[in-house]
């Protein structure tokens, strides 16, 4: 078995006391980011990069970084000839043991090959409670892939104990060694651990059975079914002919001219009343819109109602203060801006904005690196209500 921890923690806000004394709006308009303070930099920049800090973002691939996707997704292709007796593995199932393990390796760098550095190490199970744990685990492979001789660490994206990879390991990138640092092995590994002599994790008990015995928690169970089913809607989610019946007016060209553009690259500071632009440089975590042209989240907004006929302000938190506010994701309606903010109820902190679809989907231009997608509205967090504007 993998690492036990009898009850899993939510990960606390690193930047929690910088948040409360944000002195301006975070916003996804590049023009305005010399305004942010440190506080706010560093939390749009760990938002930008997928990193949890406190301020994680939902279940869409948009915040798997490339490499890791593609080890999930290489992963489930392969399990049938590792496990054949195996159904329904999936990518987004990886993804959400990999999301609650490690955030998907947030703030390592990942090779094309897979390989994760620095490595991702859990604490020294010695029984000392860190970390939740109070049982001692002896050393099984001489420090090779946890560091220490001293015990055993849960090593790697998907938090494996050395004993349990020397069992569930498999190599996926082809360079003969079964490494749990590695992207593309780790995922199939967990696959492989995950399908035990052969589930059908199509069934709900047994995809539950599969995930308890990967952490014997029910919080820990409810946790990752929770993302795994937020990642099915970002894979499964409405295609290219999403059904507009019902929408009408102003409401239904907004989204209609939102649709359009899916598939566009997010560009920073990009993206006005004209259309998509060239971005200008630079993010809080330094990223570059000015060879890109495209959308930042706000530059999506201001040009889809544009269209029809509705001039918005250029930053997300001050579009928070045109029209009828929405507190609830219940009462959200389909052309609807969706606004989400670093500090629940000031929206000053308010640094992003989506625009709601229907069924719980939004239009959304998430950060550097992704492209204009539907996405879940859980996607992003610290959601801070709507806007009606039309």
Excluded at 216 to 236: C, D, F, G, K, L
Excluded at 299 to 305: E, F, P
Excluded at 341 to 370: E, L
Aim: proline share 6%; charged share 20%.
């Amino acid at each position: 078995m993998r690492t036990p921890r009898p009850r899993p923690r939510r990960r606390r806000a690193k930047w929690g006391c910088l948040l409360l004394v944000l002195a301006t709006a975070a916003s996804c308009a590049a023009p305005f980011s010399g305004m942010l303070s440190a506080g706010a930099q560093l939390a749009h920049q760990q938002q930008e990069q997928g990193e949890g800090g406190g301020i994680e973002l939902g279940g869409s691939a948009a915040d798997i970084p490339p490499v890791m996707l593609a080890a999930y997704k290489k992963a489930a292709r392969l399990i049938g000839g590792q496990v054949p007796k195996c159904r329904g593995m999936s990518w987004p199932i990886l993804a959400g043991i990999a999301k609650v393990e490690s955030n998907h390796a947030a703030g390592r760098s990942i090779a094309r090959s897979g390989d994760i550095r620095p490595r991702i190490m859990g604490v020294l199970l010695n029984g000392s409670g860190q970390g939740g744990n109070t049982t001692v685990f002896p050393d099984t492979d001489g420090g090779k892939w946890d560091g220490t001789a001293a015990g055993e660490r849960a090593v790697g994206p998907f938090q494996f104990l050395p004993s349990t990879w020397d069992t569930a390991g498999r190599d996926a990138n082809g360079d003969r060694e079964r490494d749990p640092h590695n992207a593309f092995d780790a995922a199939l590994g967990a696959a492989v651990y995950l399908c035990g002599k052969g589930r059908d994790l199509r069934k709900r008990p047994q995809l539950e059975a599969a995930i308890f015995q990967y952490n014997h928690s029910r919080e820990y169970v409810n946790n990752v079914s929770n993302w795994i089913r937020q990642y099915r809607t970002a894979a499964t989610g409405p295609g290219k002919g999403t059904d507009l019946g019902g929408v009408s007016g102003r409401a239904k060209k907004v989204l209609e001219v939102a649709l359009s553009q899916r598939g566009v690259p997010y560009s920073w500071g990009g993206g006005n009343t004209q259309g998509p632009s060239r971005g200008v440089c630079c993010s809080p975590s330094g990223k570059s819109g000015a060879g890109i042209t495209g959308f930042d989240c706000s530059g999506l907004t201001t040009y889809a109602y544009a269209k029809a006929g509705i001039r918005l302000p250029r930053t997300a938190a001050a579009q928070a203060a045109r029209g009828q506010r929405i507190t609830s994701k219940g009462a959200l309606k389909p052309g609807d801006l969706v606004f989400y903010g670093y500090v629940p109820g000031a929206d000053s902190t308010i640094y992003h904005v989506g625009i709601y679809v229907g069924g719980g989907q939004m239009i959304n231009a998430a950060r550097p690196g992704t492209k204009v997608r539907l996405d879940p509205v859980d996607a992003m967090s610290g959601f801070a209500g709507g806007a009606r504007v039309l």
